[in-house]
């Protein structure tokens, strides 16, 4: 058998990718294969479910505009399958007096990217956060939470109650290229289809490359340590509290969320996970560890942002200091107040120069389309990247056809 299209990675871009393929071409044979044995298993199951605005990204980037949609398309797809979520609303905060320009620049992007932002006094910041301590404050009104793995899992129960077809237990270990068909060699054997799509997450580079792509990239896994408040102390905070990002480091830094099940997150902090799929501070692969620390683009990473590197190690490795960035935002906040919660690795594309990718990137061929970043806010953004990448493999198909 001969699928018209197969999807490599049943995490939520793969999956809000298959759903999409359906609504456009309700007639094709569309395959989606995943090699842990159940859909949302990494980056997708390991997500703080932060429904996330569009407020942080380049006015006209991939990131602004398919966030912004994706924010209202999400919403609206919980409101019609009953998927609990809440649209609480987001603080970003300055607390000190250096950051009050990087504030206002912030609030002139969320404008540039038509969200609803607005600016509040520290009145009303405190009036919405009571323990929260800052100089000035804005609003997204628009940023809420969700569960990301009960989207995910709907997204999946679509697709295949459609015809679709979800292969688990499934690896791709090389793929035979060819202008007629993509074979994808697995260790459950072969699958045969016209056009593969690549979603592969913390592993898409690596997809990519056995598809005979050169993406001149690498995926570095950066792993997220939250700790959680502990129930008597959840009073503490009732929304979504972040500081203003460091424009010197690509994260957004310690901030606090609440989660749909009324848990809160405090964290992450962000640092280099020796393996790909590394949740744990003891997780260590050493060919893979080999493949990054020999990767010129880190070592010139390291050497732009090394001093916010060595801070982001301390907080993992002391909890004293992991409460003080913590205590900026919440002075309230002590070290028996919180306890150790499961981390998350963000798969972030990293360029050999030492760049970051900053937007989603897409590498279209005549019959694959290789996803290599897509790392938050891609899960409030999934269904329109699937849209998107449908639409990208529209236009691509239409111009080497008339070529």
Known sequence: ??????????????????????????????????????????????????????????????????????????????????????????????????????????????????????????????????????????????????????????????????????????????????????????????????????????????????????????????????YELKPEKRYLVKHLIYPVPNPDFPFLGVHFTRLIDGNIHAGPNAVLSLKREGYKKTDFDLKEFWEIATYQGLWKLVSKYYAEGIEEMVRSISKKAFVRSLQALIPEVQEDDIIPSPAGVRAQALRNDGTLVEDFFLIPTENALHVCNAPSPAATASLEIGKAICNQIENYRLEVTHS
């Open 1 to 226: 058998m001969i699928y018209d299209y197969a999807i490599i990675g049943g995490g939520i871009v793969g999956l809000g990718t298959s759903i999409s393929l359906q609504e456009k071409y309700p007639n094709a044979k569309i395959i989606l294969v995943e090699k842990e044995n159940q859909c949302a298993f990494h980056q997708t199951g390991h997500n703080s479910g932060v429904i996330h605005s569009g407020v942080y990204y380049k006015p006209g980037s991939y990131k602004a505009i398919l966030t912004r949609k994706g924010n209202a398309e999400l919403v609206k797809f919980c409101q019609q399958h009953n998927i609990n979520y809440d649209v609480c609303g987001k603080l970003i905060v300055a607390c000190q007096e250096k950051e009050l320009p990087l504030l206002e620049n912030l609030y002139q992007r969320g404008l540039a990217n038509g969200i609803a932002v607005e600016k509040i006094s520290v009145t009303q910041a405190k009036e919405i956060e009571p323990y929260l301590t800052c100089l000035s404050a804005i609003r997204v009104p628009t940023a809420g939470i969700v569960d990301y793995r009960q989207v995910a899992q709907k997204y999946a129960e679509i697709f295949t109650t459609k015809g679709g077809e979800i292969k688990f237990n499934t690896k791709v270990t090389s793929i035979n290229s060819s202008q007629k068909e993509q074979i994808l060699i697995t260790n459950l054997g072969e699958i045969k289809a016209k056009f593969l799509i690549n979603c592969a997450g913390l592993y898409s580079d690596r997809i990519a490359q056995l598809g005979g792509i050169n993406p001149e990239m690498k995926i570095i896994p950066f792993r997220g340590e939250y």
